[in-house]
Nanobody
Framework: QVQLVESGGGLVQAGGSLRLSCAAS????????MGWFRQAVGKEREFVAT????????FYADSVKGRFTITRDNAKNTVYLQMNSLKPEDTAVYYC??????????????WGQGTQVTVSS
């Protein structure tokens, strides 16, 4: 059974940092992109960042470029999202996903349950 389990969410003040982790089990994700999406209350789930199995290339949403960094450790089957300079508008449930595409939800076959990130002003 394939599982993606996110951790590292929480409450942080604006300007602060958080590091999300996503541990995958049940299979390895060779040739898969692993990415992060987020969904704020009342909004559609949106792309945040993704990273190739080869560790490059990486892609980011314009709203997080320069503030967020995605990395992955294939030996640990884990992907990370380092989030710096957080803003209240970053508040959302963050989802980890694995797929063969890049920036579209429909490209991703496997999803985690999500972790809440709340940024206070």
């Amino acid at each position: 059974q394939v599982q993606l389990v996110e951790s590292g969410g929480g409450l942080v003040q604006a300007g602060g940092s958080l590091r999300l982790s996503c541990a995958a089990s049940g299979r390895t994700f060779n040739d898969y992109y692993m990415g992060w999406f987020r969904q704020a209350v009342g909004k559609e789930r949106e792309f945040v960042a993704t990273i190739s199995w080869l560790l490059t290339p990486t892609f980011y949403a314009d709203s997080v470029k320069g503030r967020f960094t995605i990395t992955r450790d294939n030996a640990k089957n884990t992907v990370y999202l380092q989030m710096n300079s957080l803003k209240p508008e970053d508040t959302a449930v963050y989802y980890c996903a694995a797929g063969r595409g890049r920036q579209y939800r429909s490209d991703y076959d496997y999803w985690g349950q999500g972790t809440q990130v709340t940024v206070s002003s």
